[in-house]
């Protein structure tokens, strides 16, 4: 969001999810926050400038199809989000958003995808600053190898996510050491 939330109003709740403490944020245009074990206070750091309140039932209905998506994600309504990034980020996030429901993308499958080949380790920056985790599918990259990599939201709830999906991920091969 531009100029760190001048001139928004966020309404936020905090839930209990599946995967933890779930903590959604929108403005009036979308879900601009959705991550797990972030309370208020990651909102007022992230967004300084917002009016930042506990939401009053308005974004009920997107808290609800964000959990759906979660403990469901074939029957997972569209949400709006409201998010904004650099030009780059913006182009991975969407390119996320293109992955269908029960597949894995690489990052390098991604960085080819947005035209950018060299820009392998960027889109991992990029995947890894999505403000909307599960909404912006972030938990559908994995490494070039099949193994899951990172997850900002902790690599047991990416297994979580996944398996609601129908993938397993395969462990990477590990070489024998003598």
Request: charged letters at 25%; one cysteine or more; proline letters at 8%.
């Amino acid at each position: 969001m531009a100029r760190r939330g001048r001139g928004e109003t966020i309404r936020y709740v905090v839930t209990d999810s599946p995967l933890g403490p779930l903590l959604v944020a929108a403005t009036s245009r979308g879900i601009c926050r959705l991550t797990f074990n972030e309370d208020e206070r990651a909102l007022h750091r992230r967004f300084p400038n917002a009016d930042i309140r506990p939401d009053d039932g308005t974004i009920a209905p997107w808290v609800e199809g964000a959990m759906r998506a979660i403990r469901t994600p074939s029957q997972a309504p569209e949400v709006p989000i409201d998010v904004r990034g650099t030009a780059f980020q913006e182009a991975v996030w969407q390119e996320l958003r293109k992955i269908p429901l029960g597949e894995t993308r690489s990052y390098a499958d991604i960085a080819a995808a947005i035209g950018q080949p060299g820009a392998v380790r960027a889109v991992g920056t990029a995947n890894g600053s999505n403000p909307v985790s599960v909404l912006v599918p972030c938990h559908r990259v994995i490494r070039a190898d099949g193994s899951l990599g990172g997850y900002g939201g902790g690599i047991e709830n990416k297994k979580k996510l996944l398996a609601a999906e129908g993938i397993t991920p395969r462990e990477p091969v590990l070489p024998l050491v003598d």
